[in-house]
Antibody
Framework: EVQLVESGGGLVQPGGSLRLSCVVS????????MSWVRQAPGKGLEWVSG????????YYADSVKGRFTISRDNSKNTLYLQMSSLRAEDTAVYFCARIPSKYWGQGTLVTVSS | DIQMTQSPSSVSASVGDRVTITCRASEDIGSWLAWYQQRPGKAPNLLIY???SLQSGVPSRFSGSGSGTDFTLTISSLQPEDFATYYC?????????FGQGTKLEIK
């Protein structure tokens, strides 16, 4: 059974930092590119960042470029998203996902507020 | 970056109706398009991949078509469980992009 389990969300002040993790099981993690997708309250889905299977290629939406860093540890089957200089508009549920596929986590809520 | 324009943003329909949702890409994405359904508070559920391939376990009333820049999701006969929000996603090149979403509501 495939599982993607995110963690690390929470309340953070504007300008602060947070690191999200996603532990994956059930498929050969290192063989697949992975992505982070977010959804602000009441809004649509926004692709945030992606990383190649080997971790060499990294990609970002313009809205987070220079502030967020995606990485992975294939020995631990874990995907990360380091978020810094957080803004109120980064408030969202963050999903890790193997895109384009049916494999998504259940999401972790990040709230940026003072 | 590739922009995805999805329409309509919302649609009201009745059980048994046929509904069509469209997505237009700002440049050729071949068949690298997926359709997702999302219910409130849940992760998206994959319906269609590579524009027209039905994901295993998804009812056959869902179908996808198109290639290049113009794509369509059709639900042939709406069922009560189909009232949800639908998104297209281009996975041709990074950065991937979603359409704005279509909320399917009960008339």
């Amino acid at each position: 059974e495939v599982q993607l389990v995110e963690s690390g969300g929470g309340l953070v002040q504007p300008g602060g930092s947070l690191r999200l993790s996603c532990v994956v099981s059930g498929f050969t993690f290192s063989s697949f590119a992975m992505s982070w997708v977010r959804q602000a309250p009441g809004k649509g889905l926004e692709w945030v960042s992606g990383i190649s299977g080997g971790g060499i290629g990294t990609y970002y939406a313009d809205s987070v470029k220079g502030r967020f860093t995606i990485s992975r540890d294939n020995s631990k089957n874990t995907l990360y998203l380091q978020m810094s200089s957080l803004r109120a508009e980064d408030t969202a549920v963050y999903f890790c996902a193997r895109i384009p596929s049916k494999y998504w986590g259940q999401g972790t809520l990040v709230t940026v507020s003072s | 970056d590739i922009q995805m324009t999805q329409s309509p943003s919302s649609v009201s329909a009745s059980v048994g109706d046929r509904v069509t949702i469209t997505c237009r890409a700002s440049e050729d994405i071949g068949s690298w398009l997926a359709w997702y359904q999302q219910r409130p508070g849940k992760a998206p559920n994959l319906l269609i991949y590579t524009a027209s391939s039905l994901q295993s376990g998804v009812p056959s009333r869902f179908s996808g078509s198109g290639s290049g820049t113009d794509f369509t999701l059709t639900i042939s006969s709406l069922q009560p469980e189909d009232f949800a929000t639908y998104y297209c996603l281009q996975a041709n090149s990074f950065p991937y992009t979603f359409g704005q979403g279509t909320k399917l509501e009960i008339k």
